[in-house]
């Protein structure tokens, strides 16, 4: 059996007929098997739903208790059979709960990543390398110039500042779901134990990370404390609201960024950050090459982001690739900006 | 190496002044002799090497990457030092053995002194051994593009912190300074004797005026200030004073003190008095004010040639004189200073120097009218080279700095005009990743009937939230791609309409439609305008026709 006749790229998102679902949908499909939590992978009003029991919790969260008809908790390790193919849940290590795909159907297998990362990170499983025939990866930092370094290091620069600068308050920008909690995590690891404030917008989910059994210390919801209470502080908010009025609230606030992006200093600029921090959750160009060597897989399909390098790589290490034309998904952070249009290019 | 790089880093991201300095004094703080002095001579612009070609750092990368990688990164990242400092690949150093990597005394110490042949050999161990804001840092010194929105004069304030100085006092003996500053540091920190300064023809830090909002009139008094015409030319600082040996020794600075008299061989004779003149550089030609066009013609060139010189006789405007003989003038108030430079001026009796004229008005009004039509109120033929009044506190002592309410400058108004987004090209640097230099038109008829006419490029002047606007717009409606190029849909009922301000018209034969814009920059997005009710060449040329007439 061809690869391509066990999954295969249509509009809803990839598809694989003899199994009958879709991974990370990105339509309203019957069934749906979905990686993780991002809203851009696990979407509302599929029929039936498998996924790990944090991605559940996470969509319960976000879409409320009737996202989708039926659910099904599937635990890392666990194999599963679907139609003529049998699927197991591998830990990707992208934020709590994110999962790889694999996809075996006679002797052929595919191992769909989702997003991923093979960096280390308090607040979920570690990656895991599954060796395969085909390897579906991301390509979000899919360019050598993406090398994201020791995250602990660039949180060091965060404390450095904020003993700097004691009479302002720091406004770390990170995404809702994974980044923030592993920004809070890393300050936890570093010695940090203030209290750390919360925007609105992350509450709930930090509170079901903790609820997870990861500790993050104390944390306060920032809203109605008095500004000058704030020097001194650090606060985690959305990457949108780091440059809204509500940053008002704060004494002469530091805007930093936790992300892969802020790597390069035009996109840090252009976003008015003063504190870049390069610290991503998914995996860079070392990563995404060491990782793809280590599966073993012959063959690569290339999704979201810098297709062409990879599948430039790929090529002239002998392996066969290609872009695997998926719309709909986007880098999680940039989704919450205006600059997701990076896509088109 | 690496920690100055931080510094420089931090830096170039921190817009505010104070946090500025914060981060500037904590660095000179922190760090030992001679890296902080090294790092305030490349801050203040005083290290000197020959400086590394971008080819040079363009085949070091080569060597080590495939090149397809390579241009996919550079076309995104859009800066080639900081492309090669992200991508350089890590060094296979064997055993645990590692050399440390640089500090900056090594790296600026070894340059002064490196044969040409040995740098690429150098700088690729260098690059091995720094992180990647260390050798991002290190391609900028090495390429001389090294620029981080900092001010001579900021970093000087930073170090006067160190020893709760006043910034002026560095200034003072700055000149007689040198990297790595041993005594200016031991100075500070209470461990040797202030240094004195044997400079006969010191740098006085500028004092710089306030754009005017029409609010401030209502609580300023026409009776209190002299206006003077602002010049539209380069702002300079001529000081001449006789060194120990009775030599007389003439300077030109720059209004960061950058010393620029080797630019200006002309004027040197004529700075033969000792004395420090504030004034305007210029091109007369048969007594006339040239336009900044002509000036720029001037500046920035490697070689000086007698051509040149006969082609663009330099001139200087004097308006404030800073010191004469052994004497500060700077705490007397202005209208003292005026009379002191009145007479300067006419003792000096120098046909390359003149004064620059005070415009009379006793209301605002009348000011207002003067700077509308400043040929019919004193400047005549010179008119085009006005650019607006100065307004000049009659009480007010010469401060370094911008001291807020004693100099005012009122420009006149920027020209406007609607014009239609052609072509786009994504920034280098600062931009890079987006479309950010816009190259626009304006109708006018040709053989095909009507058809947009370039007419300049805008980098500036619109917000990031409209920088992502247009940005999303160019990449929607691309119609063909030219290298780093794309064309944008421009049609009469399809494209995007710019409104861009500009601040002078000239005519030029290297453009296609005749004029060039001074200064052009984006005011407004009118999604609102489809692209026929742009603006039309024509009205271009009456605003033209208007500026010569004046
Ligand atoms: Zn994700
Ligand atoms: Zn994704």
Redesign the pocket.
């Known amino acids: 059996m061809r690869p391509q006749d066990i999954l295969m790229p249509v509009p809803a998102g990839l598809c694989c007929k003899p199994g009958g679902f879709h991974i990370d949908p990105v339509r309203p499909v019957e069934r749906a098997v979905i990686t993780?939590g991002?809203s851009?992978?696990a979407r509302p009003g599929h029929g039936a739903v498998l996924a790990t029991q944090e991605t559940l919790d996470m969509m319960r969260l976000r879409y409320g208790d009737n996202f989708a008809r039926t659910t099904q908790a599937i635990r890392y390790g666990e194999e599963m059979r679907l139609g003529d193919v049998r699927i197991k849940f591998h830990p990707a290590g992208?934020?709590l709960g994110?999962a790889q795909i694999a996809v075996s159907c006679k002797d052929t297998c595919i191992v769909a990543s989702?997003?991923y990362k093979d960096a280390e990170d308090p607040t979920c499983t570690p990656f895991e390398v599954v060796p395969c025939d085909v390897f579906i990866t991301e390509a979000t930092f899919g360019l050598p110039v993406f090398r994201h370094g020791d995250a602990a290091d660039e949180v060091k620069k965060l404390l450095a500042s904020v003993a700097l600068f004691p009479e302002r308050a720091h406004l770390v920008g990170a995404y809702s779901l994974?980044k923030a909690q592993r920004v809070i995590a890393l300050l936890r690891e570093a010695g940090h134990d203030a209290p750390i404030y919360l925007h609105g917008a992350m509450e709930k989910i930090t509170y079901y990370y903790e609820s997870r059994g990861i500790a993050l210390g104390e944390l306060r919801p920032v809203k109605g404390v008095k500004k000058a209470d704030l020097a001194g502080t650090i606060t985690l908010a959305p990457p949108s609201a780091t440059s809204d009025v509500w940053t008002r609230r704060f004494p002469d606030p530091v805007t930093a960024f936790a992300s892969g992006w802020m790597r390069v200093r035009g996109r840090a600029r252009q976003r008015g950050i003063e504190l870049p921090l390069v610290i991503s959750?998914?995996a860079d160009w070392d990563g995404l090459t060491a990782t793809i060597a280590a599966t073993g897989a012959g063959e690569v399909w290339v999704t979201h982001g810098q297709e062409d390098a990879l599948v430039h790589w790929c090529k002239s290490r002998g392996l066969a690739a290609r872009p695997l034309d998926l719309v709909g998904y986007g880098?999680?952070e940039e989704h919450e900006s205006a600059a997701a249009d990076e896509a088109e290019v | 190496m690496n920690r100055f790089a931080e510094l420089l880093d931090r830096l170039g991201y921190e817009p505010g002044r104070n946090n500025k300095l914060r981060l500037l004094t904590a660095y000179l703080r922190d760090t030992p002799d001679p890296d902080r002095g090294y790092a305030l001579a490349a801050l203040t612009g005083a290290l000197s090497f020959k400086h590394a070609k971008p080819g040079l750092i363009r085949d070091l990368i080569m060597d080590r990457t495939d090149p397809v990688l390579f241009g996919l990164s550079y076309d995104y990242v859009g800066d080639l030092s900081e492309t090669v400092a992200l991508m350089w690949p890590k060094a296979p150093l064997p055993g645990h053995n590692n050399p440390p990597p640089p500090t900056l005394s090594e790296v600026v110490t070894t340059l002064r002194t490196l044969g040409k042949t040995e740098l690429p050999k150098q700088l690729a161990r260098w690059l091995d051994e720094l992180d990647e804001t260390g050798r991002w840092a290190l391609l900028k010194l090495v390429t001389g593009a090294m620029r981080i929105g900092i001010s001579a004069r900021l970093a000087k304030t930073a170090v006067a912190a160190l020893g709760d100085k006043d910034p002026h006092d560095i200034e003072l003996i700055w000149p007689g300074l040198a990297p790595p500053y041993p005594d200016l540091f031991a100075w500070l920190e209470g461990r040797g004797d202030k240094p004195v300064n044997s400079d006969p023809a010191p740098f006085r830090p500028v004092m710089l005026a306030h754009a005017i909002e029409d609010t401030d009139f209502s609580n300023l008094d026409p009776a209190d200030f002299i206006a003077e015409w602002k010049w539209d030319g380069i702002r300079v600082q001529a000081v001449s004073g006789r060194d120990e040996r009775g030599q007389m020794q003439a300077r030109l600075y720059s209004r960061t003190g950058e010393d620029i008299t080797k630019s200006f061989p002309d004027l040197v004779p004529s700075l033969h008095l000792s004395g420090a003149i504030d004034g305007e550089l210029l091109v007369l030609r048969e007594g006339r004010v040239q336009t900044f066009n002509v000036l720029q013609q001037r500046l920035n060139r490697k070689v000086v040639s007698p051509k040149l010189i006969k082609e663009f006789p330099i001139h200087l405007r004097a308006y404030d004189l800073l010191g004469e003989d052994e004497n500060d003038l700077r705490e007397l108030p202005f209208a003292e200073r005026r009379a002191h430079l009145e007479k300067f001026i006419k003792k000096l009796d120098d046909p390359r120097i003149d004064l620059s004229p005070t415009v009379a008005f006793d209301s605002w009004d009348a000011l207002m009218a003067a700077r509308a039509d400043p040929a019919s109120a004193g400047a005549g033929e010179d008119a085009e080279a006005v650019e607006g009044v100065m307004l000049k506190r009659r009480e007010a002592p010469y401060l370094p700095g911008r001291p807020k309410g004693q100099w005012w400058k009122w420009k006149r108004d920027p020209h406007i005009i609607d014009a239609v987004l052609m072509y786009a090209q994504r920034g280098h640097g600062k931009r890079s990743s987006y479309y950010s230099d816009y190259t626009f038109g304006v109708w006018t008829s040709g053989e095909g009937g009507e058809q947009l006419v370039p007419v300049g490029k805008a980098y500036f002047g619109f917000t990031d939230e409209e920088l992502l606007q247009i940005d999303r717009f160019v990449r929607r409606n691309t119609t063909e791609k030219f290298g780093p190029v794309r064309h944008v849909v421009h049609e009469p009922e399809q494209g995007l309409v710019l409104e861009v301000a500009f601040e002078g018209l000239a005519r030029s034969s290297r453009h296609k439609s005749g004029v060039a814009m001074r200064f052009p920059r984006i005011s407004r997005l009118r999604w609102d305008k489809p692209p026929r009710e742009a603006d039309r060449l024509e009205t271009l040329e009456r605003m033209l026709k208007d500026v010569t007439a004046n």
């Open positions: 993780h991002h851009d992978h992208h934020v994110s989702g997003d994974g959750d998914h880098d999680e």
